[in-house]
Structure formats: structure tokens, C-alpha cells
């Protein structure tokens, strides 16, 4: 069993787990109040002092050759069983569970729109990062650019101070290495599960509209999302699509389902869709 302390918390909503179920949305976010306050802010400091634009070019080229295993996406999501969010010492609970109880609670809402059920499901997979001996600060939280100056708006800012980055002087400058309105496309953004996940989907030919492999890719990437940064950096397809990833953050963080899923049940439905939206059974991972 692989323990990560994901330092961006998600709604609990297991019913034996009443006090975080309870919590009203903007408590979810609260790093102040939370227990694992020590871990979480442990966890950045890490992440933004080696997350570099060198660093996450060389985990590109490293984890985009796509040779670690051949795995169905039913076969991943089974390894997450494996993976425990240690940010919720009084749980416990596979982030598989968490996948499919995302995947129900948008089926419900937008039940017209089976890629949206099937980003749910998946948003999470790449962080089997974390069970390939990843550390977790390359494999969960808050997501950022890299290659230009480090927002305000990311939370702990004042963890940068040591980053590398900071101190060369075309990436400390406001556009550092980018063009304004370059599109995120042209942005590399900090490594960690989300892009990663995409990047499998892209190599895999993956049939999903932008909508869903905007919310995989960015839903991690709060400055922006959240925040209201990095505009500057946009083109007006990001604009466009920043509506869906908001839609997605409101089922990936305040998911408030009353009961555990009866994943087994559900499999056939979600296979349905894996192969609806990927023409290979075996990805390339």
C-alpha cells in the first residue's frame, strides 16, 4: 500500500466521515485549518523549490517515451486501490473509490454527456506516478507555469524563494520564456499526475472532445482556474474551455455522494465508455 499526502483536499463523502461531508465549499481549501497542515506545507515546499522549467523537461522526456507498462484503464484504476489519500488520517479510502463516486455525481447532473462521466473517472489515473516511486511533489497538488515568474496566487508563494528559476533572468520576468496570448498549449506547466494523464490520453489516440482533456489537464492548475492569473498567457480557446474545467472542480472537490459506489456494478457502463473513447483496450503507459 502506497500512502501520498495529496495536498489539494477533497470533499470526504463516505457517510461514517460527517464533519468534512458537512463542510460548506470554501472550508475545502482551508490549509490553515487543516490537521496535516505540517505534511501539506512540507509538500510545496518541496514541489516549488525543484519544480523547475528544467525539471519538468527532463520528467517529459522521461515519462513520455510511454514504455513503463501496457494497462487497460480498468487495470489502472485497480492499482489506485493500492494508492491512499494520508491527508485523511481518520479514513480510508482508495483514490479508485474516489474515481468512480466523481464519475456517478456528473453522471447524475450532465447525464447527456458520457465523455464528461468518462473524465470522472479517469481525471485522477496518473498518479501512478506515485506507485513508480514518483515522490508525491511531482505527482499531486496545485499546479503552476514554469519557465516565467511564479504567481502570488499560488498557495504558499513564499515557498519559491529557493526555486532556481527564480533567480535566472529571463524566467523570474513576468513573460519569462512565452509570448502573451502564446496558449497554455505552449505553456509548460509543472509536473505531476494531471499532465501526465493527458499525455497518455494524447499518445493514445484518445477520441475525448478538448472540453474533457482541458478539465484533465488543468484541473489541478488553480492559480488560473481559481486564482484568476496567468489570462495573460491565454489564448481565447483556454478562455472558452475554462467554463468546463470550473464545471468538472465542483464534482472532483464537493462531491457530497451519501454512499460508497458499487464500482463492480458500474464497470460495464465505464467500459462502454473506454471503448467509445479510446480505439485501444491497452494503453501505453
Given at each position: ?26 472550508q ?52 489506485l ?37 468518462l ?48 533567480k535566472?533572468?529571463t ?34 489516440n ?20 481559481s ?11 483556454d ?11 465542483k ?7 451519501d ?9 460495464p ?17
Amino acid at each position: 500500500m502506497r500512502v501520498i499526502c495529496d495536498p489539494s483536499p477533497l470533499a470526504r463523502p463516505e457517510e461514517y466521515h460527517k464533519e468534512q461531508r458537512d463542510k460548506m465549499p470554501e472550508q475545502f481549501r482551508n490549509y490553515d485549518a487543516n490537521c496535516q497542515t505540517d505534511n501539506v506545507m512540507r509538500t510545496y515546499r518541496e514541489m516549488h523549490t525543484n519544480q523547475t522549467l528544467e525539471f519538468v523537461l527532463k520528467k517529459k522526456e522521461k515519462w513520455c517515451k510511454f514504455d513503463r507498462a501496457k494497462l487497460t484503464i480498468m487495470e489502472a484504476l485497480d492499482m489506485l486501490d493500492d494508492l491512499v489519500d494520508e491527508s485523511d488520517p481518520d479514513i480510508d479510502l482508495p483514490n479508485s473509490v474516489h474515481a468512480f463516486q466523481t464519475a456517478e455525481r456528473i453522471r447524475e447532473v450532465h447525464p447527456n454527456k458520457p465523455w464528461f462521466h468518462l473524465v470522472g473517472l479517469i481525471h485522477d489515473v496518473g498518479k501512478l506516478l506515485a506507485l513508480w516511486d514518483e515522490p508525491q511533489w511531482c505527482v499531486v497538488g496545485d499546479t503552476f507555469p514554469v519557465g516565467c515568474r511564479f504567481s502570488e496566487k499560488c498557495v504558499f508563494p513564499e515557498t519559491f524563494k529557493d526555486n532556481a528559476d527564480c533567480k535566472n533572468e529571463t524566467y523570474s520576468t513576468h513573460l519569462g520564456i512565452y509570448e502573451e496570448g502564446c496558449g497554455l498549449d505552449n505553456v509548460h506547466v509543472s509536473w505531476g499526475h494531471d499532465e501526465y494523464m493527458y499525455q497518455v490520453l494524447i499518445h493514445n489516440n484518445t477520441t475525448l472532445p478538448d472540453e474533457g482533456l482541458y478539465m484533465i489537464r488543468y484541473h489541478s492548475l488553480y492559480p488560473w482556474h481559481s486564482g484568476g492569473d496567468y489570462d495573460f498567457l491565454c489564448n481565447n480557446h483556454d478562455r472558452k474551455m475554462l467554463e468546463w474545467i470550473r464545471e468538472f472542480n465542483k464534482f472532483d472537490l464537493y462531491s457530497k455522494s451519501d454512499s460508497l459506489p458499487d464500482k463492480e456494478a458500474l464497470k460495464p457502463y465505464y467500459q462502454s465508455l473506454i471503448d467509445q473513447y479510446l480505439p485501444s483496450s491497452v494503453l501505453s503507459w
